[in-house]
């Protein structure tokens, strides 16, 4: 993964952008695992983290290459491995807890 993923933003509520390889991406992350959120193994609805995922390219006509609400409303075939890394790392890295 090293260097693929960028992160631009961090509102410290969950929103989070950035880019990956020539897209752009926004996610929203919850706390905890969720009935609605992507399951980080399979992609599908349920048990994961991510509840909100939008990938675009870059360019200036920005075309959605992936989309998640609660739930698929657009994924292109060509960009499933970029979903699952960018799926991975959001729920590694922001499942982190600091310890006092």
């Given at each position: 993964m090293g260097?693929?993923?960028?992160v631009?933003?961090?509102?410290?509520?969950?929103l989070?952008?950035?880019?990956?390889?020539?897209?752009?991406?926004?996610?929203?992350?919850?706390?905890?695992?969720?009935?609605?959120?992507?399951?980080?193994?399979?992609?599908?609805?349920?048990?994961?983290?991510?509840?909100?995922?939008?990938?675009?390219?870059?360019?200036?006509?920005?075309?959605?290459?992936?989309?998640?609400?609660?739930?698929?409303?657009?994924?292109?075939?060509?960009?499933?491995?970029?979903?699952?890394?960018l799926?991975?790392?959001?729920e590694?890295?922001?499942?982190?807890?600091?310890?006092?």
């Open positions: 260097g693929r993923i960028n631009f933003q961090n509102s410290g509520h969950g989070i952008e950035g880019r990956i390889l020539h897209c752009r991406w926004f996610a929203l992350v919850q706390p905890e695992p969720t009935s609605f959120g992507i399951n980080p193994r399979t992609l599908l609805k349920g048990g994961g983290r991510v509840s909100r995922l939008c990938i675009y390219t870059g360019s200036a006509n920005k075309e959605i290459v992936a989309e998640y609400s609660r739930g698929w409303v657009s994924l292109k075939y060509n960009y499933i491995e970029m979903v699952e890394e799926v991975y790392y959001l590694r890295r922001y499942s982190l807890r600091i310890v006092k």
